[in-house]
């Protein structure tokens, strides 16, 4: 069973940058997409972005395209979120999630198979 760790969250300044990373053990990285959800205060959980197996396909949601980049290293089983140009609007608890297909193609909470307990990312206007 694959268990997932996020880190990096943190507080910081509009137009400032973070970089989200998750951990993996316990399974078949190699194997899944990796996905990034997160949930702002009052909200429901959403769609970030995702990247397949190899690393070689991605999907953002429209709202962080052109600002977030999804990234992976299979040989050192993690999955990285670089955030830049954050917004207020941005501030949510960030989750790591492992698919269960290897493809870049769903953005449904459903679709995924394991979950990370979350870290917080802040951004102060």
């Known amino acids: 069973q694959l268990q997932l760790v996020e880190s990096g969250g943190g507080l910081v300044q509009a137009g400032g940058s973070l970089r989200l990373s998750c951990a993996a053990s316990?399974?078949?990285?190699?194997?899944?997409?990796m996905a990034w959800f997160r949930q702002g205060p009052g909200k429901e959980r959403e769609f970030v972005a995702i990247?397949?197996?190899?690393?070689?396909?991605?999907l953002y949601a429209d709202s962080v395209k052109g600002r977030f980049t999804i990234s992976r290293d299979n040989a050192k089983n993690t999955v990285d979120l670089q955030m830049n140009s954050l917004k207020p609007e941005d501030t949510a608890v960030y989750y790591c999630?492992?698919?269960?297909?290897?493809?870049?193609?769903?953005?449904?909470?459903?679709?995924?198979?394991?979950w990370g307990k979350g870290t917080l990312v802040t951004v102060s206007s």
């Open positions: 999630a492992a698919d269960r297909t290897s493809l870049a193609v769903h953005t449904k909470t459903s679709d995924m198979d394991y």
């Open positions: 316990g399974g078949t990285f190699s194997k899944n997409a």
């Open positions: 990247i397949s197996w190899s690393g070689g396909s991605t």
